[in-house]
């Protein structure tokens, strides 16, 4: 929303879209700050630091993550990848492990156009299926990635490990 002169004579604000995303690149761990807004948006509060102490060790075991970045240097989008081999499927199985656009952008684009270059890179990597993690109580995330060709196949269950002693 554009406000000044026009809020002071009581006239009707402007809409203005926001500026339009320009890049879907690969995240560094300089974008530690975004990512960590973005992660703790969808539910896994996360700081800066985390990233940027996790990252080395992550990405060294071949995940990757790509956002979604604005003409003018916002990130506004990011989704993480991981590459894994299983026995049973003869080509590697790829998972987008997390997929987050910022609250305000949603609706706009952003996710799908992070969901097609994800998958191309997944994809070029030799990937033969592409599996999504998706929290129970994200209904519309659900219905985002049906709309997109995903169906459920399975359920998963977790187990949080608690060190001994």
């Given at each position: 929303?554009i406000r000044?002169?026009?809020e002071?004579?009581?006239?009707?604000t402007i809409?203005v879209?926001p500026p339009?995303?320009?890049?879907?690149?690969a995240?560094?761990?300089s974008?530690?700050?975004?990512?960590?807004r973005?992660?703790t948006?969808l539910?896994h509060?996360?700081?800066?630091?985390?990233?940027?102490?996790?990252?080395?060790v992550?990405?060294a075991?071949?995940?990757?993550a790509l956002?979604?970045?604005r003409?003018d240097?916002?990130?506004v989008?990011?989704?993480t990848?991981?590459?894994?081999?299983?026995?049973?499927?003869?080509?590697p199985?790829g998972?987008?492990t997390a997929?987050?656009v910022d609250e305000?952008?949603r609706?706009?684009?952003?996710?799908?156009?992070l969901m097609?270059?994800g998958?191309r890179?997944?994809?070029?990597d030799?990937?033969?299926?592409?599996?999504i993690?998706?929290?129970?109580?994200l209904v519309?995330a659900?219905a985002?990635?049906?709309s997109?060709g995903?169906e459920?196949?399975?359920?998963?269950?977790a187990?949080t490990l608690?060190p001994?002693?």
């Amino acid at each position: 929303m554009i406000r000044g002169a026009a809020e002071r004579s009581h006239s009707p604000t402007i809409s203005v879209p926001p500026p339009p995303v320009s890049t879907v690149r690969a995240a560094t761990v300089s974008d530690a700050e975004e990512i960590a807004r973005l992660l703790t948006q969808l539910g896994h509060p996360t700081s800066a630091a985390d990233v940027r102490t996790t990252w080395d060790v992550w990405s060294a075991e071949g995940n990757r993550a790509l956002v979604a970045e604005r003409d003018d240097g916002g990130v506004v989008g990011v989704v993480t990848l991981h590459r894994m081999r299983v026995l049973h499927r003869r080509r590697p199985v790829g998972r987008v492990t997390a997929l987050i656009v910022d609250e305000p952008e949603r609706g706009t684009g952003i996710g799908r156009a992070l969901m097609a270059a994800g998958e191309r890179l997944l994809e070029e990597d030799g990937c033969g299926l592409i599996e999504i993690t998706s929290n129970n109580r994200l209904v519309d995330a659900h219905a985002f990635y049906r709309s997109l060709g995903y169906e459920q196949t399975s359920v998963r269950l977790a187990k949080t490990l608690v060190p001994a002693g």
